[in-house]
């Protein structure tokens, strides 16, 4: 899979690609992430300008339609693209549905909006999906396009040591990941379940299932009836 993320600022997410799980699958060439540099497609090389006052007035800058074109037309030249997802807090809620979904693809692009946004064209005619990462605003869709890269990249097999554990996380089944506990077996007079500790791994299973439906109930009500894909 290859994911290149358009950005006015790159940098911001070299680190949330550079360490453990990610860092791993882009050294396995499990995946691979091309950080753009929206400036190099600025309309003037000097000020290497990529945003403008919004039309009719009130604060804030918009980043302009060319350079996005201009970036977006020539990564179209080299592949074509199954998505082209523009972070914004008005898009689809991300959720584990959907990123199963995206970690099918092959080539997508992230567009990372920065200021007010992007001029309202680039949503019109350029993106193909809109994606938010939760009702909350940030102040550029770097930091969600990293949450979003994250997860999808998680679930592509063999990045996960134990491919297994991706799919027992939280919502693959529609229901919560039950508690986990590690050594000691007693701290502070606070024990681990006597149960995790029998070496009987389908009682252990058992008891997992049931602690995900109890923790679903309590935190989550609603997962039991979203749809599954
Ligand atoms: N004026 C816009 C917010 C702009 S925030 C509005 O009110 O809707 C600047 C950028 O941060 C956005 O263009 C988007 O790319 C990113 N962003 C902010 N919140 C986000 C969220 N919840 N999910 C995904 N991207 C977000």
Not at 59 to 77: H, T
Request: with cysteine; net charge negative; charged share 25%.
């Amino acid at each position: 899979m290859r994911i290149d993320i358009i950005s006015a600022v790159p940098a911001l997410m070299e680190s949330a690609f550079n360490h453990s799980i990610l860092k791993r699958a882009i050294a396995n060439n499990l995946v691979e992430i091309n950080l753009i540099n929206l400036r190099d497609y600025s309309i003037n090389n000097k000020q290497k300008q990529i945003d403008d006052y919004a039309f009719g007035g009130g604060a804030g800058m918009v980043l302009m339609i060319e350079p996005i074109d201009k970036c977006i037309s020539e990564l179209k030249l080299k592949r074509t693209y199954d998505e082209i997802i523009y972070m914004s807090p008005d898009g689809e809620l991300l959720n584990q549905n959907n990123c199963n979904r995206f970690s099918l693809m092959k080539n997508i692009i992230i567009l990372c909006g920065h200021y007010k946004g992007v001029d309202e064209r680039v949503r019109q005619h350029l993106i193909t999906k809109e994606i938010s990462i939760g009702d909350y605003v940030l102040s550029g869709g770097e930091l969600a396009a990293c949450v979003l890269s994250d997860s999808i990249i998680r679930l592509i097999p063999g990045v996960m040591n134990d491919e297994t554990s991706a799919l027992s996380d939280s919502f693959q089944d529609n229901l919560l990941a039950p508690p986990v506990y590690t050594r000691p077996a007693e701290y502070n007079t606070w024990k681990v379940p006597e149960i995790l500790l029998s070496g009987h791994t389908e009682n252990i299973e058992k008891w997992r299932h049931t602690e995900s439906i109890l923790r679903t109930k309590e935190r989550r009500p609603g997962l039991f009836n979203s749809d599954k894909e």
